[in-house]
């Protein structure tokens, strides 16, 4: 009789929850058995100057053009003749210019200056300025007049929002600066530069940044970095840093490749090239895009070491991108681009007197930056690939045994006419050259990350370490301006991520792809993270990568779930210092998922606990009003034990850290 009671009330319960659409499970958690480590490397960032990441974005640089080296001279720049102003621009190479890498330089021939004669420019998109934060101008300028100039940065309704002077420009080259403290913000401001005498005066690297634009973290400034996206990437912690691409290491052609040697030194003399993103899309032009290098390599080490992150440089091999000219340089003629390789490792790790090490120095890092990563192409695919790859490995094991190298497996194999025939191929030359990494991309459907949570579970663990260098969910398609940076998506890559910790004996490192975009100047969605000229903002998918790399662990643990398999994902691993237990959960279903978590083996478990939940609806998005519509809310839990239920919320990722005792 009392048999039945209890039966029937656990009836009445059961019919209750699943009214309710309640599903359960048992996740069962072996806390006294260890997995494999997961490398410190294991969550990190794709840096690529694509959607004015770089120029216009990460670099604060605020004057588009500054030194008159785009191929239309004029561009980004118009001219400003006020009142009865007279005289005359011209942009020349001239007599005796700044410098032989940028010979382009503005004369202003001033008959009279009236009320303003001299040129505005438009920025990036505008510029944007911040009430109360100070701003530098600064001009490399030569005048036999006397000149002087006026600086103003004006709203786009007119108000002047900085204003500043240059007096007394006299005789050779010489920089010119002032400091001036904006009264307003505003986004879309421009810059003027008026002449106000009559004369003439040359002018080059005209050069805005906003003054807290150098970072000081670590004690050292990273020159010219936007402090508010420094910021969003540093919260991150990512342990890795690849960049400067992607496709931008192969250009279009070899001629528009990347050439990291062209990004170090005196910032007035790096060489602007044609940003291969400039034409890529018909859809998305952006004939004003360049690259400047003001972030270049030595940067790119010094922001890796403020944030912790492992540099990961990705060099070209000799091959343009593959999906464009697919240009190969010959194998007799590869010795330079080996070179190049050698003497990066140089750069970054060399002591203060060895050549490419004095060069570091002499930019204010005499300590070298202990890289240990190379990347030896970027998404190459083919023979040709696998003949230079051995040329470059031979040459670089040879002097630098200690360097890892990364290589590649094509792009998405999705994108191949002849599916992942090339990443077999590859796969089977790495297997017998043995790199120590390999680097695998997926650009897919969201559905098809949730599907594949399992992949690496059969990847053999005795060949090289997996890199996932490049994934994003695409709510649409590869190259689709439609994509989405939505919930629905964040969570079926935390669910592929789930599979990716697990096998972190298998994947060492990854990275999602791209990293951001200029909300007015994108080529690409989606991506990470979203910026104007004011704000920033992460998306549903920031926050998934930032709960994974915050809560990292060391050790996987293993895990079993009971029912819902293919809607709830879920891992677990230890956090040795801090003495507790994270488990990560990633709900993709509509319905509330009730958990008995059953951790094995563990011992004293703590009642209280930390939970920190990404939840809302499928179709949810963050935006520049209300950037954290998506965030994750941290509360405490007082249930935990060694086994406790939980309710995992729909369409949700969950971290629980447990301490045990
Ligand atoms: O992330 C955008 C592009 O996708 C990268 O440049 C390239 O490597 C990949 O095809």
């Known amino acids: 009789m009392k048999q039945g009671v209890i039966l029937s009330v656990l009836l009445g319960i059961f019919i209750l929850l699943s009214a309710a659409g309640v599903c359960q499970t048992t996740i069962t958690i072996s806390a006294d058995k260890s997995g494999p480590q997961i490398s410190p490397t294991m969550w990190g960032i794709f840096f690529e100057d694509i959607n004015f990441n770089g120029d216009g974005g990460l670099y604060a640089e605020l004057v588009k053009n500054r030194s ?21 621009w011209t942009i020349t190479e001239g007599q005796d210019p700044l410098n032989a890498v940028n010979p382009n330089y503005l004369r202003l021939e001033v008959q009279n200056p009236g009320e303003g004669f001299g040129l505005t420019n ?8 911040n009430k109360g934060e100070k701003y530098y101008f600064s001009v490399f300028a030569r005048s036999s007049s006397a000149m002087s100039l ?49 004369g003439t005066v040359d002018l080059d690297m005209i050069s805005l940044f906003p003054e807290n ?39 279009h052609d070899l001629e528009t490749r990347y050439q990291w040697k062209n990004t170090i030194g005196d910032i007035n003399e790096r060489k602007l090239i044609i940003n291969r993103w400039n034409t890529e899309f018909k859809h998305r032009l952006t004939p004003d895009y360049f690259q400047s290098f003001g972030l270049g390599f030595y940067e790119y080490f010094l922001l890796s070491e403020q944030i912790g992150a492992e540099p990961l440089p990705i060099l070209n091999c000799g091959m343009a991108c593959q999906f464009n000219t697919g240009q190969l340089v010959p194998m007799d003629q590869l010795q330079p681009y080996v070179q190049d390789a050698l003497d990066l490792i140089e750069f970054a790790n060399g002591p203060a007197d060895s050549e490419w090490g004095k060069k570091r120095a002499a930019m204010g890092h005499p300590e070298p930056f202990k890289m240990k990563y190379l990347g030896v192409g970027n998404e190459q695919w083919g023979p040709q690939y696998v003949e230079r790859y051995k040329v470059f490995a031979r040459a670089l094991k040879e002097k630098y045994p200690e360097i890892q190298l990364v290589a590649a497996t094509g792009s998405d194999p999705a994108i191949f006419p002849n599916g992942d025939n090339e990443v077999k191929y590859l796969w089977g030359q790495w297997r ?43 709510s649409h398609g590869v190259g689709n301006p439609d994509n989405r940076n939505n919930l629905e998506c964040a969570l079926a890559e935390a669910a592929f991520m789930t599979g990716l910790e697990r096998n972190a004996d298998v994947v060492v490192m990854t990275a999602y792809a791209p990293l951001a975009g200029h909300l007015d100047a994108w080529q690409w969605k989606p991506n990470l993270i979203w910026f104007d000229n004011l704000t920033v903002y992460g ?33 677990a691993c230890q956090d040795k210092a801090a003495g507790q237990v994270i488990i990560k959960a990633v709900n993709i279903s509509s319905q509330p998922m009730e958990a008995t978590v059953d951790l094995q083996g563990a011992g004293i478990v703590a ?37 406790f239920t939980y309710t995992f919320k729909p369409y949700s990722m969950t971290v629980l850290r447990l301490t045990v005792k």
């Open 68 to 88: 008159f080296e785009f191929p239309k001279t004029m561009m980004g720049w118009r001219p400003i003749q006020g009142g009865q102003a007279a005289g005359k």
């Open 122 to 129: 438009e920025g990036f998109r505008g510029i944007g300025i």
């Open 150 to 198: 006026k600086v103003e940065v004006v709203a786009a309704d007119g108000r002047k929002l900085l204003e500043g002077t240059l007096d007394n420009i006299t005789g050779d080259w010489k920089n010119y600066h002032c400091l001036m403290t904006a009264t307003e913000t505003d986004a879309k401001a421009t810059l003027n530069l008026l002449a106000t005498k009559a």
């Open 213 to 251: 634009s150098a970072q000081q973290m670590a004690g050292r400034p990273v020159p010219g970095l936007r402090k508010d996206v420094v910021a969003i990437l540093a919260a991150m912690k990512p342990g890795l840093f690849r960049f400067p691409g992607g496709c931008i290491v192969e250009g």
């Open 432 to 474: 017998i050259l043995k790199p120590e990494i390999v680097d695998e991309h997926f650009y897919r459907k969201h559905t098809w990350f949730s599907d594949n949570a399992a992949r690496y579970d059969s990847y053999a663990r005795n060949e090289p370490k997996v890199f996932v260098g490049e994934y994003a969910a695409m």
């Open 539 to 571: 998306t549903p998918n920031y926050y998934v990568q930032k709960l994974f790399s915050t809560h990292r662990g060391d050790v996987v643990m293993p895990v079993k779930i009971d029912a819902a398999e293919g809607k709830l994902f879920v891992t």
């Open 607 to 643: 009642s209280e606990g930390q939970v920190t939940v990404l939840a809302g609806q499928p179709a949810d998005e963050n935006s520049v009003q209300a950037p954290t519509k998506v965030a994750p809310v941290t509360d405490t839990m007082t249930n935990a034990g060694p086994r």
